[in-house]
């Protein structure tokens, strides 16, 4: 069974400090990787989406990495805002099954 | 992008009734929509995978009696709760997507009183 993990659980930073998330899975054999954000109440904004093949993708300020043989990925935000400030959530896409599995999430929160 | 829109945003019903949840996809058609719930400060967690034109695959532990799905058409899934309990209440999200990419809803909040 995969499982996902996100660290730390909550993260708090002053306003231009760069964000490292961390993701980690139990299980290599995925299809893809997402990184999405959520706000308060709100639904899940994909932020971006790696696939097996890749090793990165980049938008904007975010960046995010994709280790399978280490079963990890990192999603950098550089230089934070105060609308950064949301709860981020890495999800695994398996083939076999056609399910997403997500991480805990990491609750960000950027001071002016 | 592809948009899902979910239907009502907010309900606050009283124990013992039904409420039924309305997930749209509004700009493609989705053979597969995904529910799940989600408590305050917690992850998703996948509650059922609907299939148009069959019935709905259930995660372990989750009462397909009392979490009704149905998938009519290729735009519309929705979730009925039935007999809804205080415990019930939670953050409803759907999902609409092929095996590439999902496309999430805002949510549903529901409150049982």
Redesign the interface.
Known sequence: KQEVTQIPAALSVPEGENLVLNCSFTDSAI??L?W?RQDP??????LL?IQSSQREQTSGRLNASLDKSSGRSTLYIAASQPGDSATY?CSL?K?AG????????T?VLVKP | GAVVSQHPSRVICKSGTSVKIECRSLDFQATTMFWYRQFPKQSLMLMATSNEGSKATYEQGVEKDKFLINHASLTLSTLTVTSAHPEDSSFYICSAGTADEQYFGPGTRLTVT
Do not use: P, W
């Open positions: 299809y893809n997402q999405f109440g709100k639904g899940l904004t994909s989406l959530l896409f083939a056609n399910k997403l599995t997500f991480g805990g999430g609750r």
